[in-house]
């Protein structure tokens, strides 16, 4: 009976280890857009009309612009519940190291522009970093979509409503403020719509070997 005691209380503390390495994986979910609340909790780049309207943040007018976190974050998660247009150029930017010029070669740029005029770094694809196949098989345009996008070190993975779009091995920028995109359409011409309804990020830290 102690023979057997001794292996149940063992079982218990290493359950309960597990369960301490894994809850130190990653932290709590922070809600930073939630329906058409959330624009203090970035500032604005560029003349885009962001605004709440209709349950979510939207833009639709403008030469181009950025909503920028506030805070800045190195490893995360991000979960993003947005609605574009077939002729919508977004896109969420992450790891930014300049919070006032913000481009593809500053920040890993994860498009969202389904008639993008280079196809392989449309919708699903981050910018000049890991394309997708053409033509595009994921695309936003008319509904709306769940992107799911993961920075731990220089691994950087997205999914668009769970279909995962790009895996690759980036180390050029290590943290930095992420942004959310209005841009202008093919040619200079007014794009369309963007809204976002739910963003929510959350750290995260390594995982210790052994478990």
Not at 37 to 65: M, Q, T
Not at 123 to 149: C, F, L, M, Q, S
Request: net charge positive; proline share 3%; charged share 20%.
């Amino acid at each position: 009976m102690k023979r057997y005691g001794f292996v149940a209380a063992a079982i218990v503390v290493a359950v309960a280890g597990c369960a301490q390495m894994r809850a130190m994986t990653g932290g709590s979910w922070e809600t930073l857009v939630d329906g058409d609340k959330g624009l203090e909790n970035f500032s604005r780049v560029g003349d885009a009309n962001w605004r709440a309207e209709g349950g979510a943040i939207v833009a639709d007018r403008g030469k181009g612009g950025h909503l920028v976190s506030n805070k800045t974050y190195g490893d995360f998660e991000i979960r993003a519940e947005f609605w574009a247009e077939t002729d919508t150029n977004s896109g969420i930017f992450i790891r930014c190291n300049d919070r006032t010029k913000i481009t593809a070669v500053n920040c890993y740029e994860v498009n969202i522009w389904d008639i993008r005029p280079e196809p392989k770094y449309g919708t699903g694809a981050i910018v000049d970093v890991a394309a997708v196949a053409v033509p595009i098989a994921n695309k936003a345009g008319g509904r709306w979509n769940t992107y799911e996008i993961t920075a731990k070190g220089s691994q950087l993975t997205v999914k668009l409503n769970d279909v995962q779009t790009v895996s690759v091995q980036d180390g050029k920028l290590a943290s930095g403020p992420f942004t959310l995109q209005y841009g202008p359409g093919v040619q200079n011409a007014q794009g369309g719509v963007i809204k976002f309804r739910k963003v929510q990020i959350r750290p995260l830290e390594a995982t210790k070997a052994g478990y």
